[in-house]
């Protein structure tokens, strides 16, 4: 895998950020941005329920015919004279890429947001071959001059408060007035596009991601607040679009539908500022576009997912909307889930890409609030198939002993009813005994991990079976 | 899940009375059973006192830290016991939409590949529910001879308000209750981090959104804090006491079963300030 992954250290990485003060006070906009303006959003479009429906039997549909998608958006493609590269895992993705550069005597290259690129590792294969990659997202450009990974995946410098922002500027934009007024967000904008636009203008090759790859007309389509992607596939002479597999949708028409649930659940607007649609090089009558128009489908893994019981998943349109739901996300941020995708929808894809063996605590470490199911634009079953790694991770014997063994010790008394009534009769009577006179328990060497943070509520002693089957049996139970 | 009523002509009936009363099984739940006994005993009141007969079969845990863990295997003999031991019943009741949740929503998804046990699964499903919204949706129960006189505020968990929809159900009947006066906290339906063993397994993340919570609980000024589920009650209970708060908390049943004069969780009786009708807990 191209990019290393610190899942593993899911624990120490939470611990890290719980600690991280300018990280609390960046998550503390999360519940407050992105999930108030989806629910206001919602709350204008009474049928939102009936377009995720919608949304999901497209994704379905298309999944399940998805060779023929696939080869109908090719056609269309080539029809258009762009051409099409088919990447199996993220070094071929990455030997293409080199390979379009290189015939072209690229030298630098800029970037709309792109998750697949980050899946692929791009920006250091390209740096180590001497290309140099340019990220235009805001949010991009931010985290690439702090040399980190996005932390979101539609707001990838979500971690960041604004006065960090502002600090990063002042430090690499050196020959700016050093006195210059950066209070208001805005200005920090405004001087990252000034910055930006030499850039477009220099540019050899553009590469941006895809919300959609549409099957019908051979388009692609990608949705920015900002601008920069259509510089970026626009200004160029060449454009390399980089999308995965599930990007496909048959019609124009399907993309249209998941768009009014696309933006509405990660940003809470009804559409995103730009909707941009590609379909090969410029033509003969165009006034501008790229000359050259190639677009490189990923499979990474996914297809042999699709035949198994994560298939779901694939129907994802990375709209954050899970993350931003998440408590445990909202507590420790993105970076800690160690790898590209973080929240639910990455604890479930982390470990069909690295190996559960890498990223077991990820779908484990969700309190099954269900929130990420309940908000998901596609309807994808996210606690259940976090469950399922839950399930894998079990039979692999993943789970650390000490768990494995309390469980083990729990469903020992559970599966034997009798045994369990007196021995929690006994257990409780003793601990109410040893609770008398004390609210709480604060300390209790067997629930550290609870008592650390939290009293332990002193249970009232006796259990409510001993107490039944006395009520109701006569005294002798 | 559809409403149906088809109790609707005993409800007409006293308790007590000759007529058809719905045969009632109590699925406790280990919490109440081990640590808070009080709230079976307040879920059997309410329970008889809309016109059930209510017993208790021998009964360990719905399986659902074995289901959540990863343990599959444990979770379906857990579940098989479970559906047989409570066949004979006309309803399953439980005080606590987790536990509900599990046996309605989940039961059947662990049967779902074994023809006979399916059908089981589904019909042990298809009776079973958590105790406030059997009340009001089975029942028809539409009121509780009640008092509790102070501000509560609710917290809705995650299962029974996302698994099972549970957010209505609860409000109406403490809408009945005799001098309450619910104040509704921001975010009631947040998680507050509980999650089973989730909370031990990943306790600082746990604690942290347990800290929302308690905030968002303090900021509602009600000395009285109410929800459906005893883990969640012990988990925000648990921070809130830690961060010194004052706010007693309560398993809804209790209120609503007019059974209070048990002190609240992690309380002892003698430092119980809040008594029934009193003006301040």
Known sequence: MSLTSTSQQFKANAHHALGDADLQAAMAHVPTGFVASRAAAIARLPEFEALRDSARDIKNHTLAHLDLYLEAYESKVLAAGGHVHFARTSDEANAIVLEICKSHGAKTVTKGKSMISEEIGLNAVLDANGIKPIETDLGEYIIQLRRETPSHIIAPAAHLTKDQVEADFRRVHVNLDAK????????????ARTIMRQNFLAADIGITGANFLIAETGTS??????????????????????????????????????????????????????????????????????????????????????????????????????????????????????????????????????????????????????????????????????????????SRQLMPFAQRAALGFWVFFAKNPRLYRAATWAAMSALGFFARGRDNLNALPFLKAWTKSRDFPAPQGGTFQAQWAKRHTGPKS | MPVENPMETSLTLTPGSTGSHPRVGLFVTCLVDLFRPSVGFAAVKLLEDAGCAVEVPLQTCCGQPAYNSGDRATAKALAGRII??????????????????????????????????????DRFAAKTYELVSFLTDVLGVTMVDSTFAHKVTYHDSCSGLRELGIEAQPRRLLASVRGIHLIEMEESNICCGFGGTFAVKYDEISSAIADKKAINIEAARAPVLLAGDLGCLMNMAGRLARRGSLVEARHIAEVLADMTETPPIGREPEKQAAQKGASKP
């Open chain 1, 221 to 394: 389509i990608i949705v920015t607040n900002e601008g920069n992607g259509d510089l970026t596939q626009s200004l160029p002479k060449v454009h390399i679009v980089l999308a995965a597999i599930e990007k496909l949708v048959p019609t124009l028409e399907d993309a249209a539908q998941i768009l009014r649930v696309l933006a509405r659940s990660a940003t809470g607007q009804d559409m995103s500022v730009y909707t941009t649609l590609s379909t090969g090089p410029r033509r003969a009558d165009d006034p501008d576009g790229p000359e050259h128009y190639h677009v490189i489908i990923l499979d990474n893994g996914r297809s042999s997912m699709l035949a198994g019981p994560f298939k779901d998943m694939l129907r994802c349109i990375r709209c954050g909307a899970c993350m931003n739901h998440c408590p445990v996300y909202q507590s420790i941020g993105g970076h800690a889930y160690g790898w590209v995708y973080p929240g639910p929808m990455g604890a479930v894809l982390t470990p069909s890409f690295i190996g559960l063996d890498q990223s077991s605590d990820l779908p484990n470490a969700s309190t099954f609030c269900g929130q990420c199911e309940s908000v998901c634009p596609v309807r994808i079953p996210l606690p259940g198939l976090m469950r399922l790694w839950r399930e894998r991770s079990f």
């Open chain 1, 180 to 191: 210059r007024d950066l209070e208001e967000p805005q200005t920090l904008l405004a001087e």
């Open chain 2, 84 to 121: 047989a031991d409570f066949d004979a019943f006309d309803y399953v009741v439980a005080p606590s939409g987790s536990c509900a949740g599990m046996m309605v929503k989940h039961f059947p998804l662990l049967f779902k590949d074994d023809p006979d046990w399916a059908v089981k699964a």
